[in-house]
């Protein structure tokens, strides 16, 4: 495993884009190949963003961000994917892309997905998060067990899971007793959850980057498995939408943690360096 090149993708989608996120992925993942990457593994609904206003606003304010987020969302089965298979296979690597997946059946239904593509661009695996979470049950349907699965690539047997899910500790088992060598766990730009000027609230800057890192390095621990978390970045563009919206949350959103993005060893050891 020491010779395995992998990359996890701390970068911002074109906000609520899917054609201009997909084709700056595409970028991404040419650039990491260059590099001698073998395994890119982006973060949770890369494409066409993490619909973060859903933890800024009541649902009454967002009907125009839902049907955006709606518009913009990607079949597993679509020109987006394919897209990314093609340049998968050109290139030889395997990619992870976390998707707002979107319904052939429903014009409303959507699911919090993980695409798992192998270097011959083969879907290797289609996860769906199986609870979303908090705010996110506003966005998403529930998901099933049938993406639970551990995937044979050429650097490793590759297993995933989503955000919250990540602290399940069956979906966990689940990938474990499948003999995962390399651990995804792909996480949101940000999480709110409080608003930070609380009175006598202590907990009201959630600490993401220490939740995060201690469900990853607990997966990486008790799987004796590689992990990439890898997390969404808030970028100006992302930011100046979501402030021009509505001034109120400038506070909100600048005193809100930013998640973090870095490489755990089986030992629960960090490797290298922490991209926030």
């Known amino acids: 495993m020491s010779s395995v090149k992998v990359a996890t993708v701390h970068a911002a989608p074109v906000f609520l884009d899917r054609a201009a996120t997909t084709a700056k992925a595409i970028s991404i993942i040419r650039e990491a190949a260059k590099a001698g990457a073998q395994l890119i593994a982006f973060p949770e609904t890369y494409i066409p963003a993490f619909p973060v206003w859903a933890g800024l606003w009541a649902p009454i304010d967002n009907h125009d961000l839902f049907m955006l987020m709606i518009e913009q969302s990607v079949s597993a089965q679509g020109p987006e994917i394919a897209a990314l298979r093609r340049e998968a296979r050109a290139l030889g690597v395997t990619v992870s892309m976390g998707i707002s997946e979107s319904s052939s059946s429903s014009v409303g239904a959507m699911w919090n997905s993980n695409i798992l593509i192998g270097h011959d661009g083969a879907i290797l695996n289609h996860h769906r998060k199986l609870v979303p979470t908090?705010?996110?049950?506003?966005?998403?349907?529930?998901?099933?067990?049938?993406?639970?699965k551990v995937s044979a690539t050429p650097?490793?047997?590759?297993?995933?899971?989503?955000?919250g899910e990540n602290t399940n500790p069956l979906a966990r088992y689940a990938l474990m007793a499948?003999?995962?060598?390399?651990?995804?766990?792909?996480?949101?730009?940000?999480w709110p959850t409080r608003r930070p000027a609380a009175v006598g609230n202590a907990n009201a800057n959630f600490n993401n980057v220490a939740a995060n890192r201690i469900r990853a390095s607990a997966h990486s621990?008790?799987?004796?498995?590689?992990?990439?978390?890898?997390?969404?970045?808030?970028?100006?563009?992302?930011?100046?939408?979501?402030?021009?919206?509505?001034?109120?949350?400038?506070?909100?959103?600048?005193?809100?943690?930013?998640?973090?993005?870095?490489?755990i060893d089986p030992t629960a050891e960090a490797v290298g360096d922490m991209l926030q």
Request: with cysteine.
């Open 134 to 148: 908090f705010y996110e049950k506003l966005i998403w349907a529930a998901g099933d067990g049938a993406g639970l």
């Open 155 to 163: 650097v490793g047997r590759v297993g995933n899971l989503i955000c």
């Open 178 to 190: 499948q003999a995962e060598q390399i651990h995804i766990s792909s996480w949101p730009p940000m």
């Open 221 to 263: 621990f008790e799987a004796k498995a590689f992990g990439i978390v890898t997390a969404g970045y808030t970028d100006k563009a992302m930011r100046d939408f979501l402030i021009a919206r509505d001034p109120s949350v400038a506070e909100v959103i600048d005193r809100t943690p930013r998640a973090a993005s870095f490489f």
